[in-house]
């Protein structure tokens, strides 16, 4: 029996005025999926994402959320029904602390975001989630800063602490590694290696290292296209990827 | 919960995670003085009740101003079309009720003048809730000036430009009568205010409270994360307005009248200033503002009657060019230093 297919895409288009930005995509991400989308710059990964998380609303075809069309929903909806990602640029509070960003997450994700008269850590199971996450990621000793002045690798390792806090089916990571020096790189991995096994998982990344290591499946997007699809072997030893991709720079699997 | 606290420990880190986090809503001396500072004016200032009271009442405009702007981000400039509404639907209870039966009584009267003035702003919320800083100012701005407008031509009702007179709210609790030292209005309107306060203080405090913030600093991330941005903001919107609305009626019973005044445009841009004198996002600060907003008013127009706004703007402009954040925002930046200065040693 293959796993069940949690995301899915159908003839997928988004339109910028004349540019077709997202084209026709037919996507499916099975439950427990270690996916990498890559493709050269301006191909249109960060659209897709945007698209599946509902960020931006296609043009035309559909998304399905774990078999339910998902395709007009808000981004609100879906991170209910299960779908998490983190962002290529920092989106965070930066008046909030770590600690009380996730607070954040964990009572929208279970439905306590409108509780207004007990403060704030007042639920130890909350709290005790929250520090579990940040020891998780290293950055526990930072819980209670000021988000807006943390170094930026540190600010990387929050995203996706909040993304995590979700608790999600899906989980879209856009370039999670993009500006996190060497030794912080390693703990993103093994977070993400860490992560429960029926979690789908999208990454983005341009780091073919980290894509190699992480990937069990990876598509190609050219031109708002998916261009081929395949297993990291295959990927890396088909020709027409190295021209267009690949090439660019030499890569050693 | 009680299965949870047996099958699971919290960690060491968690539990002082947890006080870290219970701490910022524990009352700290600072603000326990404040509030026995202001109830001590009764004996200090007897001479004064009258403008005490005043202070008091654009006190909490200005505090409702700082729950939709200072914590919420929704720039304003229509506030006091709540404040408004609040006098003169308490006013025109006072009046229908002529000193006596339940119309007349004052806290019923703040019920509806907060009610009425909750029930235009959960209308009017809809209206803020897109669009950029300058749309939302524009669209405040543009309530208010139809509040206003409706208040000067609906003379059967309000008056008109003569104001609503006869407004006779009965003794507070059928206890205490407003007096003409301004005594009864005194502890009325900072009673009203501390109750307000209170509230306030826990809902900022709480995990709603919370989400406010995260919304002003991020909307992305706040609906990428599930949260019901616009539910958020249209809840705390009508809480707002229902704040400027109870204002609103503290100052139609406490002078016995309301007058176009109330709603005019510079009763928005009064309140704002306090709020920005004094430092938006810490809830003091438009108590402070008002306080300073009032005395300088007060002072400066005995010193020079035609220039006090003069130096009121220049002191504005000073505030805001050189401290940011108000002088709530200069205390926690000195504070901020201070601890680190004494990290260092």
Redesign the interface.
Known sequence: MSPKILLESRQLVKRFGGILATDHVDFQLPQGARHALIGPNGAGKTTFVNLLSGVLTPTSGEIFLDGVNVTGWSARRRAHAGMARTFQINQLFADLTPLETLMLTIAERENAGWSWFRPVGSRSDFVDEAMSLLRQLGIEDIAHGRVGVLAYGKQRLLEIAVALAQKPKVLLLDEPAAGVPEHEREQILDVVAALPGDVALILIEHDMHLVFRFAKSISVLVNGGLFVEGTPEEIANDPRVRKVYLGEEEVNV | MTD??LS?Q??P???K??A???G??RWGIAEIAFWVIAAACYFLLPTKLSLLSEIAILGLLALSIDLVLGYAGIVTLGQGAFFGIGAYAAGLAAKHGAGAGPWSDPLIGLFIGGGFAALIGFLTSFLVLRGSDLTRLMVTLGVALIVDEIVNQAKWLTGGSDGLQGVLPSPVLGIWDFDLFGRTAFIYSMSVLFVLFVIAR??V???????L??I???P??T???????NG?LVAIYTIGSFYAGVAGALAAQTTQFASPDYVAFHRSADALLMLVFGGAGHLYGGLLGSIIFRTMQDVLGNITPQYWQFWLGATLVGLVLFVRGGILGLLAGLRDRATRNGGAK
């Not at chain 2, 405090?205 to 989400?211: E, H, I, M, N, T």
């Not at chain 2, 609906?223 to 941005?229: K, L, N, S, T, W």
């Open positions: 949870m606290t699971h919290p960690s880190e968690a539990v995670a947890r870290v986090l219970l910022r809503s826990a809902i405090k709480s995990p709603f409270g919370l989400s913030q995260a002003k600093g991020n992305l991330r609906r990428a994360i599930g949260m019901p941005v958020r």
